[in-house]
């Protein structure tokens, strides 16, 4: 006990016997893990993200009251651009129509393959009949479909062939 | 139909991967066999085995890149993915641009460093080899017969089509040419480190001499991985247009997994060579960077992180790859849980000391592997359960960095500690000019530049810590100002590779902790309407948007903006952002203008305004991202590190097996 006393003293810590050791290990790996699980179930809380079709939305059951993705086709001739970069557009799944708002000034401007009549992801909230988009995702080349969309799409009945590979 | 090769090129491809699948066979099963039995003539198989799927596999990657070269569309691969007015570096990229092109470039590189073991690992004991070899042709096995039966990139196509389909502008860059094989070489370098590993617990023995082995593969992959991630990051960065690098898209935390897990194996590995302890789980390490290797592979070209319906819509793919998976993963955690108890355990040490310091590197690079693991995962079980969730970046950055900032902090320390047991007072105050350092760093922030964010403090302080600490050490090292400057000169060229490559990683690490802390805390940013001759400030500068005029590039039109750019009056640079509009197919894609300077980059991106905008005003956004250069120049440091500890010639393997030979000699002579 005296050598340790001394080894504490002088900043050292002592070796640890193997027990004692893998107790340790075994310990600290336990803490850290929990950390993490501790972490990512407080994380998760505010970041899991709902994916609702048009459809969906208009029936207005289960709209969450926090941010999540709306997709589907947006329609032909519905956008609009104000003076000030402000967007509105109309996301489809041909079964209901939902009218999404977005500030380019503040949120960064349309994407390159933003189209109309094309598949389009946008993500926001929702409250008095419009979408108020805080993202606009519409990635991929121009055959790209995001599979979500694609999905609400079939589910609307509204689903003409295959994306091509 | 100009330039189409002679189409025989694609069946001798494609006879050569089906004998490469014969040759993989030949390679792994009779040989392992051979092992178990100690029968040599089955053990003689798998070298020359291996060099003979290299050269398979090499003929029908080169008969791929020839039909590529010489677009002939008769191969649907290339039909899909290539075009004859794509210029010629594209048309090759082009070839592992695609899933069925990748997978058979994964394969090729696999055997490359399975016949590298075959050639240069004559200094293995015989079984040992033997076993590498086979495991690494069961992968190959794998591999290539998912190719061939699920993903062959030489069926063909009649009748054949006069023009191809693929000439996708984004992806027509240098940066994203030479992104996927840099990746794929990290990737299947850890399959070495895996081979190794499931060797070493049929063997039943994991020594330093294992461990001599498996960091320069290691050592290579994960430079190669550092490089390939820093790449697509600067792709995505400069070429994207909206002035991010990181999305925490599952694309980008598929290459994100191995490499925190190959960070954690190489630094465990350390601690198995110097003092042979930690061993089963290092061994466990291997294995778990190399599944997360594969599953990132599998990943980013199937799709099914995007939904599990990709499965449905291809189910022969999505079945043998969950199969594939679950063979790899399971069986060879099933064989750790059986055998790890063979190994036998190693030196003890205390708490705080260099093996407690790598013990907590791996426990938090573990921990952000499993949470980014876990967010990446998480939106396919919920499918499964038929919720449509997706994980957004918040849940990321809210666990990474919590996660990362031990790990960074101890990282600075650990160097400083002796091996077995570590006087934590002595080693702080020899970092004292690092907590100076800080404390002057942290309080110019806030003085200065007037910042208050406690993220921004933070990353400030985690970055000054990490850098002045690596000077302190390798001052230390090379005993600056207590002798003379020559001498400290001879020194600092005489430390070994390993100290240098150390010292370079972990200051890329500080570097890129500032980049993301600067150009993060204090980007500037402005997104408005304008028309030539107008002028907005920017953080210091002014930008006058001078005058757009339409043009003609080679295979596009395009719509230039011209910026001048001046502080203080002073002109300092041009930029020309512009719109390209692509007609095969009908694509717009806009380019970022970047100018940049070691304080940070000037960044402008000009687009359409909107089909009812007032004509004569453009869509612009100007960004300035300090420090945001320090980034690559952090992510380049940790290569040439890598680099500088792969050349450590205590790690060339010819030392090694002379220290073995000697031993040899001298228990002959004992004996």
Redesign the interface.
Same mark, same amino acid.
């Given at each position: 006990m005296g050598s340790s006393h001394r080894?504490w003293a002088? %900043? +050292? =810590?002592?070796?640890?016997?193997?027990k004692t050791?893998r107790a340790?290990?075994i310990g600290? +790996?336990m803490a850290?893990?929990a @950390?993490?699980v501790g972490?990512?179930i =407080?994380?998760?809380d *505010?970041?899991?993200?709902?994916? @609702?079709s048009p459809s969906q939305v208009q029936a207005g059951d289960n709209i969450p009251s926090n941010?999540f993705?709306l997709g589907g086709l947006v329609e032909d001739g519905s @956008?609009? #651009?104000? +003076?000030e970069?402000n #967007?509105q557009f109309v996301v489809t799944d041909r079964v209901a129509d939902i009218k999404v708002y977005y500030d380019?000034?503040?949120h %960064?401007?349309l994407?390159?393959?933003f189209r109309e009549g094309q598949g389009v992801i946008v993500?926001g909230t929702y409250g008095q009949n419009l979408f108020t988009a805080s993202r606009v995702l519409a990635k991929h *080349? !121009?055959?790209y479909m995001?599979?979500?969309v694609a *999905?609400a799409l079939k589910e609307a009945g509204e689903w003409r062939g295959?994306a091509? !590979? | 139909m100009a330039g189409r090769g002679p189409r025989v090129i694609a069946e001798i491809g494609h006879f050569a991967l089906i004998m490469a699948l014969v040759v993989a066979v030949v390679q792994s099963v009779p040989p392992l066999w051979g092992a178990w039995q100690r029968n040599t003539t089955m053990m003689g198989l798998a070298a020359p085995a291996a060099c003979l799927q290299l050269v398979m596999l090499g003929t029908a990657f080169l008969c791929l890149m020839i039909a590529y070269i010489g677009s002939d569309f008769s191969v649907i691969n290339v039909m899909m993915n290539s075009h004859t007015q794509k210029p010629l570096l594209y048309k090759i990229s082009g070839v592992w641009g695609n899933h069925e092109g990748s997978i058979l470039l994964w394969a090729l590189i696999l055997s490359f460093f399975g016949a590298a073991v075959a050639l240069f690992g004559r200094n293995l004991p015989t079984t040992f080899k033997v076993r590498v070899l086979s495991v690494q042709a069961l992968i190959g096995v794998g591999f290539i017969s998912f190719s061939l039966f699920t993903s062959n990139p030489f069926l063909r196509i009649n009748p054949v089509p006069l023009e191809g389909l693929g000439l996708n502008p984004l992806l027509q860059d240098p940066g994203l040419a030479f992104h996927p094989p840099m990746l794929y070489l990290g990737y299947v370098g850890f399959s070495i480190a895996f081979s190794f590993a499931i060797a070493a617990l049929l063997e039943g023995r994991v020594d330093a001499i294992w461990a001599r082995w498996v960091r320069p593969w290691t050592l290579a992959a994960w430079c190669f991985l550092t490089a390939g991630i820093a790449l697509g990051s600067w792709w995505a960065y400069y070429e994207l247009g909206w002035g991010g690098w990181w999305f925490w898209d599952p694309v980008e935390n598929a290459s994100l997994m191995p490499w925190l897990a190959g960070t954690a194996l190489l630094h465990s590995a350390i601690v198995v060579e110097r003092r042979e302890t930690l061993k089963s789980w290092t061994v466990l390490l291997a294995i778990i960077t190399f599944s997360l290797s594969l599953l990132g592979t599998f990943i980013v070209r199937s799709g099914v992180l995007n939904s599990v319906h990709a499965f449905a819509s291809d189910p022969a793919r999505g079945i043998y790859i969950l199969a594939f998976l679950t063979l790899v993963v399971g069986g060879s955690l099933i064989l750790f849980a059986a055998r790890a108890s063979a190994l036998k355990p190693g030196g003890v040490f205390a708490a705080v000391s260099r093996e407690g310091g790598l013990v907590w590197n791996n426990l938090f690079l573990a921990a952000a592997t499993g949470t980014v693991l876990f967010g990446t995962l998480f939106p396919m079980f919920a499918d499964a359960f038929g919720y449509k969730v997706t994980v957004a970046a918040p849940y990321f950055n809210a666990v990474f960095i919590p996660l990362m900032t031990p790990l960074i902090i101890v990282m600075a320390i650990a160097p400083f500690m002796a091996w077995k047991r570590g006087n934590i007072m002595q080693v702080l105050r020899r970092m004292w000019p690092a907590g100076v350092s800080v404390v002057v760093a942290i309080v110019l922030c806030l003085t200065w530049l007037e910042t208050t964010s406690p993220m921004a403090l933070m990353g400030v302080a985690l970055g000054v810590w990490v850098l002045v600490a690596v000077l302190v050490e390798l001052a230390g090292r090379v005993d600056l100002f207590r002798t003379s400057v020559g001498a400290s000169a001879r020194r600092a060229v005489g430390l070994p590779g390993s100290a240098w490559g150390m010292s370079f990683a972990h200051a890329g690490i500080g570097l890129v902790v500032l980049g993301i802390t600067a150009s993060v805390s204090w980007e500037r940013e402005v997104i408005t309407m304008m028309q030539p001759g107008e002028t907005r400030s920017l953080g210091g500068y002014e930008m006058t948007l001078t005058s757009v005029t339409p043009g003609n590039g080679p295979n596009y039109s395009y719509i230039r903006g011209v910026f001048e750019v001046r502080e203080e009056g002073q002109f300092i640079t041009q930029l020309t952002p512009e719109i390209r509009t692509f007609t095969d197919p009908p694509t717009q894609t806009t380019e970022a203008a970047i100018y940049p300077l070691v304080t940070g980059d000037i960044y402008a991106v000009i687009s359409n305004a909107g089909p009812n905008a007032k004509p004569g005003l453009w869509a612009v956004r100007l960004y300035h991202k300090p420090l945001i250069s320090w980034m690559w120049a952090g992510a380049l440091l940790m290569v040439v590190g890598g680099m500088f500890s792969l050349a450590d010639r205590r790690l060339r393997l010819g030392v090694a097996a002379r220290a073995q030979r000697r031993r040899r000699r001298e228990q002959e002579a004992t004996a």
């Open positions: 080894r002088d %900043g +050292g =810590y002592p070796i640890m016997k193997r050791q340790v290990l600290s +790996g850290v893990l @950390l993490a972490l990512a =407080y994380a998760l *505010d970041s899991l993200n709902f994916f @609702l941010t993705r @956008l609009v #651009v104000d +003076g970069m #967007v380019q000034q503040a %960064g401007l994407p390159d393959l993500e *080349d !121009e055959n995001p599979p979500e *999905d295959e091509p !590979e | -």
